[in-house]
């Protein structure tokens, strides 16, 4: 079982893990409501975004999978994260499965950074999970997110009201 993440480098990224160091970009990233305008729906006070991150970092040693920092590989600056999660939602089609999950601050859109990050994080859970399949949940809207996980291999299954409004369900198969 995997305590900490492994560091995975592609083309342009470092899938690491999270660090006090990136505490205030982290912050900062999740109180632009541009970011959080299809997750939560609200910028994120300080604590939450705090709370959040450490519950995040808390999913390697419980789960043996988890969230990594996507950090520039150049700068090693945090530039958004995601990976792997179960974070006891209380949607059914989620219960069991790794659910997958990705955010980049506003500079890092458009440029193909969360295909590069999210093809070498579900490469690594083929190599290393023993799941048959891989679930995420996407706002209606948030076309940015379905196109991204289209190319990840992920097709919709489904809707969920679980979380008090719609989401919709998607997945992927092991090996995508």
Not at 13 to 28: C, G, N, P, S, V
Not at 106 to 113: L, M, S
């Given at each position: 079982?995997?305590?900490?993440?492994?560091?995975?480098?592609?083309?342009?990224?470092?899938?690491?893990e999270?660090?006090?160091?990136?505490?205030?970009?982290?912050?900062?990233?999740?109180?632009d409501?541009?970011?959080?305008?299809?997750?939560?729906?609200?910028?994120?006070?300080?604590?939450?975004?705090?709370?959040?991150?450490l519950?995040?970092?808390?999913?390697?040693p419980?789960?043996?999978?988890?969230?990594?920092?996507f950090?520039?590989?150049?700068s090693?600056?945090?530039?958004?994260?995601?990976?792997?999660?179960?974070?006891?939602?209380g949607?059914?089609?989620?219960?069991?499965?790794?659910?997958?999950?990705?955010?980049?601050?506003?500079?890092?859109?458009?440029?193909?950074y969360?295909?590069?990050?999210?093809?070498?994080?579900?490469?690594?859970?083929?190599?290393?999970?023993?799941?048959?399949?891989?679930?995420?949940i996407?706002?209606?809207?948030?076309?940015?997110?379905?196109?991204?996980?289209?190319?990840?291999?992920?097709?919709?299954?489904?809707?969920?009201?679980?979380?008090?409004?719609?989401?919709?369900?998607?997945?992927?198969?092991?090996?995508?």
């Amino acid at each position: 079982m995997f305590t900490a993440p492994p560091i995975i480098e592609t083309e342009r990224l470092r899938l690491r893990e999270m660090r006090f160091a990136d505490k205030d970009i982290h912050i900062a990233m999740w109180a632009d409501e541009r970011v959080t305008r299809f997750i939560g729906g609200e910028p994120r006070a300080p604590d939450v975004s705090w709370g959040k991150f450490l519950a995040a970092a808390g999913l390697w040693p419980v789960m043996g999978f988890g969230y990594w920092v996507f950090a520039d590989r150049a700068s090693d600056r945090l530039a958004g994260m995601g990976g792997l999660s179960y974070f006891g939602r209380g949607i059914p089609e989620l219960e069991g499965l790794p659910e997958a999950g990705w955010a980049f601050d506003a500079d890092h859109w458009g440029a193909g950074y969360a295909t590069e990050a999210m093809t070498a994080a579900l490469g690594w859970a083929d190599a290393n999970l023993d799941a048959a399949e891989v679930r995420c949940i996407i706002d209606p809207g948030n076309d940015a997110s379905e196109r991204v996980s289209a190319k990840l291999g992920f097709r919709r299954i489904g809707d969920s009201e679980a979380l008090g409004y719609l989401v919709g369900v998607y997945s992927r198969p092991r090996g995508g």
